[in-house]
Every structure is written in C-alpha cells, then in structure tokens.
C-alpha cells in the first residue's frame, strides 16, 4: 500500500476514508505517535485516490476567510 495523506487528528483522516469508500477505493488508516493517522491506498487507486485528496482540499478553501485584513474591525463585535 501506498501512503497518500497524513492527518493531524483521526476524524480528518475517517472524512477522507468515506469519500474513498463511496469511490469503491480500498484504504487502511494507521496511527502513527509522530506522525498522526497515516491513511494508505492500494498502487493501482493512487491516482484516483489524489483526485478525491485534492477535491476535498480545494472544497475545504471555499470555507477559508481572510481574517487578517487591515479594514477588520472587530469593535463591531463587541458587547454593547
């Protein structure tokens, strides 16, 4: 098996392995102490297995929001 992504906590690495498992792609997450949850992919869904990685990354930065901008004004928020 081939490592294909590496995942800080066990729930980032179990939401990749349900689109693979959706995608009939056979996986194995391992945890590794130094590492995190290594999840593993057969040589012949490697490629496919990518597709589905960087999907799911380009998908996660419609979430992302520019915090740092100079026009943030967060007295907006404040309790009144």
Same mark, same amino acid.
Request: aromatic residues 8%; proline residues 0%; glycine residues 4%.
């Given at each position: 098996?081939?490592? *294909? ?6 729930? !980032?690495? &179990?939401? *990749?392995?349900? &689109? *693979? ?6 996986? %194995?997450? !391992?945890?590794? %102490?130094?590492?995190?949850? &290594? ?6 869904? +490697?490629?496919?297995? %990518?597709?589905? $990685?960087e999907a799911r990354a380009s998908s996660d930065d419609d979430y992302l +929001?520019? $915090?740092?901008?100079?026009? $943030?004004? $967060? ?6």
């Amino acid at each position: 098996m081939i490592l *294909l992504s590496t995942f800080e906590n066990e729930m !980032e690495a &179990q939401l *990749l392995a349900s &689109q *693979l498992r959706e995608a009939g792609i056979d996986h %194995k997450i !391992e945890e590794n %102490k130094a590492d995190g949850f &290594q999840l593993f992919v057969f040589e012949d869904d +490697v490629e496919e297995a %990518k597709e589905i $990685l960087e999907a799911r990354a380009s998908s996660d930065d419609d979430y992302l +929001v520019d $915090l740092g901008g100079d026009d $943030l004004d $967060l007295d907006e928020f404040a309790d009144e």
